[in-house]
């Protein structure tokens, strides 16, 4: 039988944290240029395109923090990289949050 610890050093964990970090920064790019349309061309006068640009800040918050969520590896042996993770959790459930509520 494997345990925790052998299955955060395992290759594959390491190849699905890098790809998770990039598609968020990938989706943080976009989402910037998003956001530049928006306001240069000034679609957030009227209330529900307000609610985009909400939207889009959220999301932008929200693929920010898993950007940096790459400490699984760690949180298991280290007290500091424990405390981080936790720290990237609650951040990742108060973004979430405002995805849904945005």
Known sequence: TTTCEELYVTKKFKILIGLRCTLALLSCVF??????IIILFKKYRFFTQRLVLYLAISAL?????????????HA???????????????LTLITFWWSIMS
Do not use: E, H, K, P
């Open 76 to 90: 298991y042996s280290s007290t500091s990289a424990l405390n981080y993770c936790r720290l990237i959790g609650f």
């Open 61 to 73: 918050s929200f693929q920010i923090v898993a950007m940096l969520d790459f400490t699984a590896l």
């Open 31 to 36: 989402i910037m240029s998003m956001l530049s």
